[in-house]
């Protein structure tokens, strides 16, 4: 460590959902679509001309930025596209936040934020979720810089209305609100309507999720134009070329794939539904999630008995072994066949 700085020495890292090797597991453990990307986009990227790869690819994306203007009914100057929405969180901060600066989020939310708090420097603000894991709304009036929603919420699936977000908005005009909206196609309702009626609301999504496209990375934000302008300033002063050509022609390609998209979060949401009861009938309770994953404890085991007994039997799933949810287990939708495998496991090998 002697050539570290404090920050190498001191941080630590994002744990991201185990992928391990040794067998093939049943993968519910980091929110992954289990249906392929759409297929024009696929398409688009098998027949990409060689002669692409040799040179640099747009640093301004362009051909992304515009088919997410026109699905979004935004102008193009209101969107940024980043390495992953994760990428663009981690801009977020360094474009709008100063060391010691006050960000305010719950105590049970996706958490990479704490790690970006200590990384950027910031002072994390926790609000604790109510007892029922949903958002204390007035806890975030309070002095800060800047709100971070996740909606729905991470790891509960818990959503907004969009009247609770702009309520929170118009409550805390002096401060940016970052509403991270990575599942939000699976039931929620999307702040981007707000964007031309607040100066300081940031919308970020990502393709990671509803579009099929983890590996590519891709993640954006929606706000106002001086928003998007900071954004691309830190941007080009770290890495101009954050996304290759192939995320950037395929990604337009699947953004504007909006059938594709409708048909396969559908399929999402209604194995969703139809878990849920499966997994009520077994003894488990969970939120009330609009996300494409469960959040569900059972009502005699502990979750960490059956998170690994699942694991014993080729199924991953995520636990938590934090403070409140450590007891729950995150169940992400996969396919029907899958989703019933795991059901069956859990009947005749964990409940029995
Ligand atoms: C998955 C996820 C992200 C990150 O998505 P990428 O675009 O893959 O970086 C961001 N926020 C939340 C809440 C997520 O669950």
Redesign the pocket.
Known sequence: MKFWSNKAKSIEPYTYGEQPKDKKYIKLNT?ENPYPPSPKAVKIIRELDENIYKLYSDPTCSEIKEAISKVYNVDKEQVFVGN????V?AFSYQAFFDKGDKIIYPDIT?S?YPVYSKMYDTTEIINPLNEDFTMNLKGFNQEGKGIIL?NPN?PTGIALTLEEIESVIQNNLDKLIIV?E??VDFGAESAVKLINKYNNLLV?Q????SRSF?SL???FAIGNKDLIKALHIIKDSYNPYTLDTIGIKAGATAMLDVEYFDKTRKAIMSTRDRIKKELEKLGFEGTNSKSNFLFMKHNSLDGEYIFKKLKENGVLVRYFNKPRINNYLRISIGTDEEMNEMIKILKEKILK
């Not at 992953?84 to 990428?87: A, I, P, T």
């Not at 990502?206 to 999720?209: A, G, I, L, V």
């Open positions: 929110n992953g929405s994760d990428e969180i996706y990479f996740t991470a991270d990575a599942y970020i990502t393709f990671s999720k983890a990375r891709i993640g």
